[in-house]
């Protein structure tokens, strides 16, 4: 069973993973994943996880004070007596969970030298442990870059081993999970490696449509394959793409614009003037500098550092 058990809102998991990864980097371990497995329903799952937690810690935001299932299981963590409430925004806490202290990390950002956060995690640890958290190289402060699966093994050893850089497909797959959600940040190396994805998915698309696009006569006819990827690529594309602004402190919705050239540029790719071919390149242009630009430091208006940073 898990020590500690962290409910939050899906909008805040980025806050959740780097709280988790400090606390198992002091030996602790803290449940934090909530997919609930097939088969089960959410009250019984959650339930049993907070039954055989010591401790479980509410992580209270604009999102979660909003959520439901994250009310419900401040309610039952409290009822239990293991209630550790924490600010990470400056908010109003929801009716009957303002009598229990909470523990402010609204100024935190991920440095887990900080003396809000060693206060915060030694009581956690007091809470799980029943002890004071020893002061050993449990409390070297760990990578920024570790990612979900890396807490999948952690136990109560003091040490947890660091995960390297996540992998080009790791990005892949975000992008695609995060389908259609702009919210959040996403630094180069994620906008890039989905770019190389999806031209590599489009060459391929089009040799597709090379090798088998004609009919019965042997006319070429419209490259449908492209077409499909083109389509299943753009909700994903738009999503990195606002994040990454996200991440250099700009709007997502600039995203819009820059997908407004390209269909611009490709509308008028038939038009003998160079108007069509000037807009398809402002419109790479803009892309590349989008990508290229350094993340901004520490936690914005749109999230943390998408490295902890």
């Known amino acids: 069973m898990a020590d500690v058990f962290i409910s939050y809102a899906r909008e805040d998991r980025e806050h959740a993973q780097r709280i988790a ?51 419900e299981e401040a309610r039952i963590a409290r009822d239990k007596s293991r209630l550790i409430p924490v600010l990470i925004e400056n908010v109003q806490l929801p009716f009957g969970f303002g009598e229990v202290q909470c523990a402010d990390l609204t100024q935190w950002r991920g440095d887990y030298a900080d003396p809000a956060w060693t206060k915060f995690a030694q009581a956690v640890y007091a809470a799980a442990r029943g002890e004071t958290a020893p002061r050993t190289s449990a409390w070297t402060p760990p990578q920024p870059a570790l990612q979900t699966a890396a807490f999948a093994g952690a136990t109560a050893s003091a040490h947890v081993a660091v995960a390297a850089e996540p992998s080009p497909i ?96 490709m509308a008028l790719s038939g038009d003998p003037s160079p108007i069509g071919p000037l807009i398809s390149l402002a419109a790479v242009g803009a892309a590349i500098v989008v990508g290229v630009i350094s993340s901004a430091p520490g936690m914005n208006q749109y999230g943390p550092h998408p490295k902890g940073l």
């Open 21 to 71: 990864h400090g606390l198992a980097s002091i030996g602790l371990d803290p449940f934090w994943d909530n997919e609930i497995p097939p088969g089960q329903t959410w009250a019984d799952y959650i339930e049993g996880k907070l039954s055989g937690c010591k401790a479980a810690i509410v992580l209270w935001s604009a999102h979660s004070t909003r959520s439901q299932s994250v009310r």
């Open 170 to 265: 790791h990005y892949v797959q975000k992008c695609l999970r995060l389908y259609a959600n702009g919210k959040g940040r996403a630094g180069r190396a994620e906008y890039w490696w989905w770019a190389l994805f999806a031209v590599l998915a489009l060459i391929v698309a089009g040799a597709i449509d090379l090798q088998f696009g004609v009919d019965f006569t042997g006319a070429p006819i419209n490259p449908y394959f492209t077409g499909a990827v083109w389509l299943g690529l753009l909700a994903p594309g738009i999503s990195v793409t606002a994040r990454r602004l996200h991440d250099i402190g700009h709007s997502g919705w600039l995203a819009a614009a820059v997908v407004g050239l390209t269909l611009l540029g």
